[in-house]
């Protein structure tokens, strides 16, 4: 009788000390889901490199990703690209991206995304790059990035698995 209390307090204690956990290729951290996370190839001697994902939030409440950092470059930024008049900019969000309430964000190339800076390494087709998410008000996750073709614009389904 003691042992299965036990092992049912110890049980209920896992999950708390794991509030994100991956279910059908998505994590989740609350209220936050992340699915279809994908980085492309690089070259070796690559100084940048993008990432995307798709981030939903199916909170009452608007979250904000506020940083995400990885061991794979000398800084970690979260960008955007967006037209202005004839010429594509890129610059940095500062204050992360919004992730309002009921709705989902979507990281991709030619708009929203990470942007590695400063590779220490290639980013090799079939490995994966770890990064870890802050949010405003979920905290903390880490997901792992998949890397696809040097030419990917998205996630197939096989890779929003791992």
């Not at 110890?10 to 209220?31: K, R």
């Not at 990703?65 to 979260?78: E, H, Y």
């Amino acid at each position: 009788m003691i042992r299965a209390v036990l092992r049912a307090a110890f049980a209920a204690s896992i999950l708390f000390a794991v509030p994100a956990f991956a279910h059908d290729g998505v994590v989740h951290l609350g209220d936050i889901n992340i699915s279809a996370p994908f980085t492309r190839a690089t070259l070796p001697n690559a100084p940048v490199g993008g990432g995307f994902m798709t981030i939903e939030n199916t909170g009452s409440e608007a979250d904000r990703l506020v940083s995400v950092s990885a061991n794979v470059s000398g800084a970690v930024q979260i960008h955007e690209m967006a037209m202005q008049g004839d010429v594509m900019k890129m610059r940095q969000l500062a204050d992360g991206i919004e992730i309002p309430a009921g709705e989902t964000v979507t990281l991709a190339p030619g708009g929203l995304h990470v942007m590695f800076m400063g590779l220490n390494q290639a980013f090799v087709e079939g490995e994966s790059v770890p990064v870890t998410l802050t949010f405003e008000k979920a905290g903390s996750v880490d997901v792992e990035l998949a890397v696809l073709g040097n030419a990917a614009d998205a996630a197939p389904a096989a890779h929003a698995t791992h």
